[in-house]
């Protein structure tokens, strides 16, 4: 029997926190990088707890005209200023947090720059020493949390495409974003089952996940969330939280 913890990313005023909370075990709240405010936080973290879905900050560069999908250069100094001041709104309204979840470029950013995330995981130590991180396998932010007593949870992406490297396939590139669900199910089964994924060029590639995410702003999501945890339950995996 296998089981995986099953997180969304929420709080990014799509309208589909309360439908894709019973499929779900864990989210992760925008708070106010990419999108967010103390009142949007307060909603969700409201419905999450009504359901006994964990909750955690999803921190972001602060552009919301991308969403934070696009890489920024800011000063390490200037980073951490803008992650404390999201985080501030964060723990201000969230006091049961389960886990950190960098967003979207950050995320992908503290794949590969150590320096970039010794920093970050530094903010994250002043508001929550030793809390759950979600991040990528084989990432900095991985190894660098890690050293610095956090508890690394390693995520994959139900409804996102991988490069031969282990990142994910950039959202500009063709075929980026998974959007037939049957695709999705049989990815996310194989990254459970057998720690492996097929990459975008067709290789078979390490894959070592302990959550896993659908994004709430995905196409069909909804629908998705319901076929995945459905093929999960066909496949004698329960959905649980870390």
């Given at each position: 029997?296998?089981?995986?913890?099953?997180n969304?990313?929420?709080?990014?005023?799509?309208?589909n926190?309360?439908?894709?909370?019973?499929?779900i075990?864990?989210?992760?709240?925008a708070?106010?990088?990419?999108?967010?405010?103390k009142?949007?936080?307060?909603?969700?973290?409201?419905?999450?707890?009504?359901?006994?879905?964990?909750?955690?900050?999803?921190?972001?560069?602060?552009?919301?005209?991308n969403?934070?999908?696009?890489?920024?250069v800011?000063?390490l100094?200037?980073?951490?200023?803008?992650?404390?001041?999201?985080?501030?709104?964060?723990?201000?309204?969230?006091?049961?947090?389960?886990?950190?979840?960098?967003?979207?470029?950050?995320?992908?950013?503290?794949?590969?720059?150590?320096?970039k995330?010794?920093?970050?995981?530094?903010?994250?130590?002043?508001?929550?020493?030793?809390?759950?991180?979600?991040?990528?396998?084989?990432?900095?932010?991985?190894?660098?949390?890690?050293e610095?007593?956090?508890?690394?949870?390693?995520?994959?992406?139900?409804?996102?495409?991988?490069?031969?490297?282990?990142?994910?396939?950039?959202?500009?590139?063709?075929?980026?974003?998974?959007?037939?669900k049957q695709h999705?199910a049989?990815?996310?089964?194989q990254?459970?089952?057998?720690?492996?994924?097929?990459?975008?060029?067709?290789?078979?590639?390490?894959?070592?996940?302990?959550?896993?995410?659908?994004?709430?702003?995905?196409?069909?999501?909804?629908?998705?969330?319901?076929?995945?945890?459905?093929s999960?339950?066909?496949?004698?995996?329960?959905?649980?939280?870390l």
């Open positions: 029997m296998y089981s995986i913890d099953l969304c990313d929420m709080g990014e005023g799509t309208g926190d309360a439908l894709l909370m019973p499929y075990s864990s989210c992760s709240i708070c106010g990088g990419h999108y967010g405010t009142q949007s936080i307060a909603a969700t973290a409201t419905l999450a707890k009504a359901q006994g879905v964990r909750i955690g900050a999803h921190p972001a560069y602060p552009d919301p005209e969403f934070g999908r696009k890489p920024m800011l000063s100094n200037s980073l951490q200023d803008t992650l404390r001041k999201q985080l501030d709104i964060f723990f201000s309204v969230c006091t049961a947090v389960n886990h950190i979840k960098p967003h979207g470029a950050l995320y992908n950013d503290l794949f590969f720059d150590r320096e995330a010794i920093a970050v995981v530094a903010v994250f130590s002043e508001y929550a020493p030793g809390i759950k991180v979600y991040c990528a396998p084989g990432s900095q932010l991985a190894t660098v949390a890690a610095q007593g956090f508890l690394v949870r390693l995520e994959a992406f139900a409804d996102r495409a991988y490069a031969s490297d282990g990142t994910l396939v950039a959202r500009t590139k063709k075929n980026a974003v998974l959007i037939d999705m049989q990815q996310l089964i990254i459970i089952k057998s720690e492996t994924v097929r990459s975008i060029k067709g290789e078979i590639i390490p894959m070592k996940a302990q959550t896993i995410c659908l994004h709430g702003d995905g196409v069909g999501v909804v629908e998705n969330a319901a076929f995945l945890v459905e999960l339950k066909q496949n004698r995996i329960s959905v649980e939280g």
